[in-house]
């Protein structure tokens, strides 16, 4: 999107994607990414991957995020095989869309930042903007850091079964996608 301008666009997509690193600050291992259609909420393409840990796994990864991925099988054989294919398919499905994150400063800006300095994007291939669902539920009075609380509250229908829920990035991409989509629908 970057240089389009944005006025009286329409949105035909929604992209959502997810990431999980080592630690806060630490590379991802595992990204997730759902594209639906903005009108349907049918989901359109999909992308998971994840390689290994490299160095020390941190202690709350290895607690709580690492036993939510038992789902999601090792498909690269380091980083920069995973961010390849995931540019890859974040080039062919980004036109036409928003694309959304949940939380998404660090970590899924990082993974942005990553393909731009190992050139698998262009500068200007970035989205244009971001958004990040945790300002809409704000905007909304919502909890901006649990998109899980806000789809209980509202009863709101996940399109698939994900093992493990939060932590998944398949499970977080779905779960901020059917949040930003329900928030959209209210405006």
Known sequence: MCGKERKNEKVEKIFSFDAETNGLWGQAFAIGAR???????EVLAQFVGRCHIEGEVDSWVKDNVLPQMTE????????????ADFAKFYLVNKQDADVIVHMGYIVEVKVLRDMVDRGFIGPWDGPY???DVSGNLQHA???PTSTDGYVRKHGLALSA?????AHNPMYDSEVAARVYMHLRSRA
Do not use: I, T
């Open 35 to 41: 594209v639906y259609d903005a009108a349907s909420g």
């Open 72 to 83: 999601v099988p090792v498909s690269h054989a380091d980083y920069g095989a995973l961010l």
């Open 129 to 131: 903007p971001l958004f």
């Open 141 to 143: 009075g919502e909890d």
């Open 161 to 165: 079964e994900f093992a493990g829920g």
